[in-house]
């Protein structure tokens, strides 16, 4: 059976009340790049899991362990691509 998971992106955001927009503020000054709030939809809709380095990036944002919320990160998405194979 799989558990699908919430989405630990959508769940960070949304605990500190922050849109996408202010997300990507605080990633690009964490990370120097130049994500945007079509990213961040992505993630949060599970179409497409950020590298290794934004999702270090994110729990530094959210104030998360970033082993913890690395973790989860994986787990979500590995359970959402398994999901969508059965389909």
């Known amino acids: ?43 949060e809709s599970s179409k497409h899991k950020p590298n290794q380095e934004t ?6 944002v959210f104030n998360k362990n970033p082993v913890t919320f690395y973790k989860a990160v994986q787990d979500h998405f590995q359970a959402w691509n398994q999901y969508f194979k059965k389909e």
């Open 55 to 60: 999702i270090f990036a994110l729990a530094k």
């Open 1 to 43: 059976m799989i558990v699908l998971t919430s989405n630990p992106i959508k769940t960070g955001r949304r605990e500190l009340n922050l849109t996408a927009d202010e997300l990507c503020v605080r990633l690009n000054q964490i990370l120097g790049s130049n994500k945007t709030k079509v990213d961040v939809s992505c993630w």
